[in-house]
């Protein structure tokens, strides 16, 4: 016999939710922008590092739009691809910086540091905006995640051009982006991990519904 409980409804998303989430996109996508371009000019492994994670920010924000209505499954499954993208990002960069360890160049310290500074100032305000969000399902949880990370890894961005500067060798630089891609691999693998039980708990919900 059907039970005649019903089912709990899905979260809705915060209130300003939404909104934020495109502000984020848009100043990711300007600033994927600018950090690739002084990436190649500049010749820094951290730097490109952090222009990757802009550019998968950006996708991530706007796969969170994509599913922000649905269900908890849907967003949970959301959820799940933006932490495995955040953990191949991790590993992408560790391949990156042997790579340029090899090859034995050393960056441009000046390029380095204005450029971190600036995106130190948009990941600051995205992660400020999203703070009140940290707390909320895998997805949100995901997004406000992608934000520290980038604050964080703008900081280290500044502290290895600092290193370059005063050492004149790639190894702070190569060591910073170590550290930026340990960083996302954890992330990837936490959210993965709260978004298994989203799915979880909506796959409940629904055979409780449908029971």
Same mark, same amino acid.
């Given at each position: 016999? $059907? ?65 922000? &209505? ?8 959301? !959820? ?57 399902? &895998? ?38 982006? !170590? ?10 693998? &936490? ?13 409940? $919900? ?6």
């Amino acid at each position: 016999m $059907a039970c005649s409980c019903s089912a709990p409804e899905p979260k809705s998303p915060a209130p300003g939710f939404r909104k934020a989430l495109w502000i984020a996109l848009w100043v990711n996508l300007a600033m994927f922008l600018v950090e690739g371009y002084a990436s190649l000019q500049s010749g820094s492994v951290s730097l490109m590092a952090d222009a990757i994670d802009f550019f998968g920010d950006s996708a991530n924000y706007l796969l969170s739009l994509s599913v922000l &209505s649905m269900g908890m499954i849907w967003r949970g499954r959301a !959820a799940m691809v933006k932490g495995i993208t955040m953990a191949v990002f991790g590993f992408a960069v560790m391949g990156r910086a042997i790579w340029v360890l090899q090859s034995g160049i050393t960056p441009e310290p000046l390029t380095m540091g204005a450029v971190g500074l600036l995106a130190l100032a948009a990941n600051a305000g995205v992660a400020i905006m999203l703070f009140k969000f940290r707390e909320g399902d &895998s997805d949100m949880r995901s997004v406000w995640l992608c934000s520290r990370n980038d604050a964080i890894g703008n900081i280290a961005v500044m502290v290895a051009a600092l290193g370059v500067f005063g050492t004149g060798t790639a190894w702070p630089d190569l060591i910073v982006a !170590a550290i930026m891609g340990t960083l996302a691999i954890t992330a990837g693998i &936490s959210v993965v991990r709260h978004a298994r039980n989203d799915i979880a708990q909506g796959k409940t $919900a629904e055979a409780i519904h449908t029971g």
